[in-house]
């Protein structure tokens, strides 16, 4: 298969060799007449090539993108995003000098603009640009409050596709017709996400079941799509390309089922002797097949719907407007303020406890007036409270399985974002999803927990050490920008963190002082990915956090338990890096070569 810029390189190589041709006949025909229509003959080539070029240029590129689907949705991509991102660019050398209040007010109305547009591209496209929107929509620290809104839908409103399609795909891949198979089947969907979207069923046995159906067109353009993410992440920030390419290898394994169905039986299995308030779905692995999977249904509501409750019931006990704190919020955020920490577990577990007791005495309360009083006059009404959320204790826990997952299990789901995690009924947390599983071996896991020990330490020596370990290089290798590249990848990435910049504008700035050549191995970028992931969710709710501080434990563990193995060697890229970066080197260069911070 030819590559997108190979297709283009034969395209034009084609309409050049079609222009020559043409123009070679005129200057011949011209040779054979008089010298007066010599002249007319040239303007007609002329007129031939100018005009005739660009006609056939857009024929050939319609005609290929009606035959080539993954070209088509390339066009797509550049036809939404291309304006949008060169509109930006352009207002951010205009304003690179006007004072700060215009500057914001220019970009303000560009976020105003075009949010809507993105996210309606996104969901003409689909597919990858799903998952990346749903990435975007929890780092309301980085993105503008416009994009996080439209971006939040990705989280449980994608658009569904038709019965039909869902009924075909199932009958073709288990063989049966549908009702032999379930004896109800909800047309209606639970959800849908970037790759397929899932319904709610009834096996004959009577056990409730969801059943999880693959798009038509997802995996036959998830390569084309993702090379076009590429070339648009190196025209717009390339120092993040490695890992880009990192994650891009790591997706492929999420369209087989069968895979999936197989990781819900091994993390369920794993998880439920140790977190008896974790719940996984079990799999039905006889009707699991590459492009349907059916699994247990696990009553609840989405974390992201049970979150914006939670905000509308701390609104309401506040006697304010829940708009009102959303729009408070979403300025400290876009200003790089200090965002006011919730309440801690057993405060809010005390304040949980208060609002049972209060609720529980003006119920018996009524029950009094009503079997007194109430004979003679109207009898009053029994109340229900509307808990808040714990959600530190909902953060920990999510924060901690995961930490289980990674360092005592070797085996983690890489894509724990809200639309993932279920709130049930019974007060355990549901997880789903499990698509993106990574195995990760002993011997890595000994460079990554050295490595989280390290970042709770602040060990900058260490960290630098363990980033060359786990495979990271840099042109230049400066250790201040090993070590922040690994502080941002794997445990915070707040404002200090990033000297005072946004994340794009601190990456651009370490990309300038020292080009990134390679990401992290594999193994290592998706739990990057999972530490980026609930930061993320820890800011969205107002409980930002150091992801090292709470995998420490079990890092610690791992080593303490582990202490025969050694870190596996990466020879691959080895030869490249020095052997030994010291962070007196990472001080001294800080000190005389580091961007000013914005």
């Given at each position: ?515 990134i050549e390679q990401s992290a191995l594999p193994s290592y970028v998706m739990a990057s ?70």
């Open positions: 298969r030819f590559s997108l810029f190979s297709r283009f390189s034969l395209g034009m190589r084609f309409l050049l060799s079609t222009a020559q041709a043409a123009a070679r006949r005129a200057w011949i025909r011209s040779l054979s007449t008089s010298p007066p229509k010599q002249s007319s003959a040239f303007r007609r080539a002329v007129k031939y090539v100018v005009l005739g070029v660009p006609s056939v240029a857009v024929l050939a590129v319609a005609g290929y993108a009606a035959y080539d689907d993954g070209f088509r949705r390339s066009l797509i991509f550049w036809r939404h995003f291309g304006p949008i991102y060169a509109h930006y660019r352009l207002t951010e050398r205009l304003m690179k000098n006007k004072p700060p209040e215009e500057a914001d007010a220019a970009f303000q109305a560009l976020h105003e603009r075009y949010a809507g547009p993105a996210l309606d591209a996104i969901l003409e496209l689909r597919g990858f640009y799903v998952k990346v929107g749903q990435m975007g929509s929890t780092r309301a620290d980085f993105l503008p409050k416009e994009y996080v809104q439209k971006l939040e839908t990705l989280q449980d409103n994608v658009p569904a596709e038709d019965f039909r399609y869902v009924r075909s795909v199932i009958e073709r891949s288990l063989g049966r017709a549908l009702e032999d198979v379930f004896t109800s089947f909800d047309k209606n969907t639970l959800g849908a996400a970037s790759i397929g979207q899932v319904h709610r069923a009834t096996l004959p046995d009577g056990r409730e079941v969801v059943v999880k159906v693959k798009y038509p067109f997802v995996e036959k353009v998830f390569d084309s799509d993702m090379s076009t993410l590429e070339v648009f992440c190196g025209l717009a920030q390339p120092e993040q390309l490695p890992f880009l390419q990192e994650v891009h290898k790591q997706y492929l394994t999420e369209f087989d089922y069968r895979k999936e169905a197989n990781a819900l039986q091994t993390i369920g299995d794993n998880l439920a002797p140790i977190y008896k308030n974790i719940r996984v779905p079990k799999p039905i692995l006889e009707l699991c097949t590459r492009d349907v999977l059916v699994m247990e249904y696990l009553p609840g509501i989405k974390l992201v719907t049970g979150l914006k409750n939670h905000f509308r019931t701390i609104a309401k006990l506040k006697h304010t407007d829940y708009e009102e704190m959303e729009r408070e919020f979403q300025r400290l955020m876009a200003e790089g303020l200090e965002i006011p920490r919730g309440p801690g577990r057993w405060r809010m577990e005390a304040w949980r406890t208060y609002l049972r007791a209060a609720n529980s005495m003006r119920n018996c309360a009524a029950w009094a007036y009503n079997w007194t009083v109430g004979w003679l006059a109207a009898p009053m009404q029994y109340t229900e409270v509307e808990l808040p959320l714990n959600i530190a204790l909902i953060m920990e826990q999510v924060l901690d399985v995961h930490g289980h997952q990674i360092f005592v299990d070797g085996v983690f789901n890489g894509d724990p974002h809200p639309g993932n995690i279920l709130l049930m009924p019974n007060g355990q947390l549901g997880l789903i999803d499990f698509g993106q599983v990574r195995e990760i071996t002993e011997e890595e896991r000994t460079v990554l927990a050295k490595m989280i020990v390290a970042l709770a330490k602040d060990d900058h020596q260490e960290i630098i050490n363990q980033h060359i370990a786990m495979g990271f290089r840099s042109r230049r290798m400066d250790p201040h920008v090993v070590e922040k590249c690994a502080v941002i990848a794997l445990d915070r990435d707040d404002r200090v963190t990033c000297e005072g910049k946004n994340i794009q504008a601190f990456f651009e700035a370490m990309g300038k002082r020292d080009p990915r999972v530490s980026i992931l609930l930061r993320g969710l820890g800011t969205h709710v107002g409980y930002p956090v150091r992801v090292s501080m709470y995998w420490r434990p079990h890092a610690e563990h791992f080593l303490a338990t582990h202490a025969h193995l050694k870190a596996p060697s990466s020879s691959s890229s080895a030869s490249s890096a020095p052997s030994t970066v010291t962070s007196s080197q990472a001080t001294s260069t800080t000190s005389s070569s580091a961007p000013p911070a914005a």
